[in-house]
């Protein structure tokens, strides 16, 4: 089901980053995150954040439980100097898929691949999470007929494949749609197999 896809690709990105990134800071970042932050359970809040501090920019996440108390958890930090303002919150029965599918939409206005933060105008966000909320009420199916092969791990074939392709277009929601992979799990492993970060196992490599 889906939920045992996007179970299969959170577990899979973290093997990945465990194994094959542990000498990559960034990567290292996205592993402790991911450890912290995603539940099996898939039910839970999307939310827009605004922060008077960073008016271009919008921090667009999910959280299993209220919005207002994560953006005052957040707002604790000492980076942050104003506090979060919560612009927008829905509830969702399957908040882990349709966040990928938001960050996957959003993925151009990105500011950084580790962080939750778009360059986006707030009424486009907020249709766009509007938009595949309701999507998937219609498409339960949604999230593994966009990326059917985002549970699976890479292979050498398909590696050798991804070089090829991103010599000819490096852009990521193109070679995404290529692969059947989020965005996400393409920009982290473009960028261990174009920089060397990580090296290649048989573990991982059938």
């Known amino acids: 089901g889906l939920m045992d896809i996007v179970s299969n690709l959170l577990n899979e990105q973290y093997l990945f980053k465990s194994y094959y990134c542990q000498n990559n800071v960034k990567n290292q970042i996205i592993q402790e995150k991911e450890q912290r932050q995603w539940k099996n359970d898939s039910d839970g809040y999307v939310y827009i954040l605004t922060n008077?501090?960073?008016?271009?920019?919008?921090?667009?996440?999910?959280?299993?439980?209220?919005?207002?108390?994560?953006?005052?958890?957040?707002?604790?930090?000492?980076?942050?100097?104003?506090?979060?303002?919560?612009?927008?919150?829905?509830?969702?029965?399957?908040?882990?898929?349709?966040?990928?599918?938001?960050?996957?939409?959003?993925?151009?206005?990105?500011?950084?691949?580790?962080?939750?933060?778009?360059?986006?105008?707030?009424?486009?966000?907020?249709?766009?999470?509007?938009?595949?909320?309701?999507?998937?009420?219609?498409?339960?199916?949604?999230?593994?007929?966009?990326?059917?092969?985002?549970?699976?791990?890479?292979?050498?074939?398909?590696?050798?494949?991804?070089?090829?392709e991103h010599t000819k277009n490096n852009d990521i929601k193109y070679l995404s749609n290529i692969f059947g992979r989020t965005p996400y799990q393409i920009e982290i492993f473009l960028n261990s197999i174009d920089f060397g970060e990580c090296n290649t196992s048989d573990k991982f490599h059938s």
């Open 52 to 164: 008077e501090a960073m008016p271009e920019l919008l921090k667009i996440g999910k959280c299993r439980n209220s919005p207002e108390n994560r953006a005052k958890e957040i707002s604790k930090h000492t980076g942050i100097p104003l506090p979060f303002k919560v612009e927008y919150k829905k509830y969702t029965p399957c908040a882990n898929e349709v966040e990928i599918l938001i960050q996957s939409e959003l993925w151009d206005y990105k500011v950084d691949v580790l962080k939750e933060f778009f360059k986006v105008d707030f009424e486009n966000a907020k249709l766009i999470c509007e938009n595949i909320i309701n999507s998937l009420i219609d498409k339960p199916n949604l999230f593994s007929t966009k990326y059917p092969n985002s549970g699976k791990a890479w292979n050498r074939d398909e590696i050798e494949k991804l070089k090829k």
